[in-house]
């Protein structure tokens, strides 16, 4: 491809310029915001846009496509123990991060960019850091994923576009509506136990202890436990 100069121009918006040019490209918008007025509270949030008809918000039309995320992280609790914690939810509509044009979702090599936020889910995740000391911590996390996965027939081939899969855009004959949390659901629980130890400077030891529940609609319900332990060299 040649240099698109429309994109030099300043006062334009870039998802104007990607209509232009054929959608040859995958323009974005997002506002985000962050608080941190009461001492030790941040609470932070951010809206994207990957497509939308404004005439059509509240309806669910496939075009609709953002993410909304509203968190917030604690350290009220200093004044009496060293502890933090975290808390988080995200909402992704349905086809959010694909495109009608194969290569054009955002993805690398046919991977989600930031995986678990996948389209067509909705994520909620909480966590708590203590600090025993100032060479050892811990921290104790949970997370939560629903996701409406893409209908498949018995050979394994799409049946229902539910716009589930970052790779699979809206085709011509998908329906129009596209539900969140439409088509096959999958639940996703993870426990996560990590142990940080650090001896001295730019050395740390580290634990981690995962436990994970998943269920479907079409899949009997499963547990997988894994541990790892490792050392870094931090430079």
Known sequence: RAIDLDYLNPFAFYTS?????????????????KNNSVKGLKIFGMFLIDDMDFGKIGTSWYGNKTLFSLGLYSSLFNAFCPLDFSLQFIRVEPYTFTHRIRGNEY????????????????????AVFYRFSSNLDIVLSYLNIVHGDNEKDPNGNLSVNHGGDIL????????INAKFLGGNKHYLSSYNFNLFYQPTLNYRFNFTMNLKYNKSSYEPRNMELQTNFGFDVIL
């Open 168 to 175: 699979i855009g809206h085709r011509p004959f998908d329906s």
């Open 17 to 33: 310029i990607q209509h232009s040019e054929q959608d040859r490209d995958n323009a974005m918008l997002f506002f985000d915001f």
């Open 107 to 126: 993805s690398n090599l046919g991977y989600n960019l930031i995986e678990p936020i996948i389209p067509n889910s909705q994520i909620f995740n909480a």
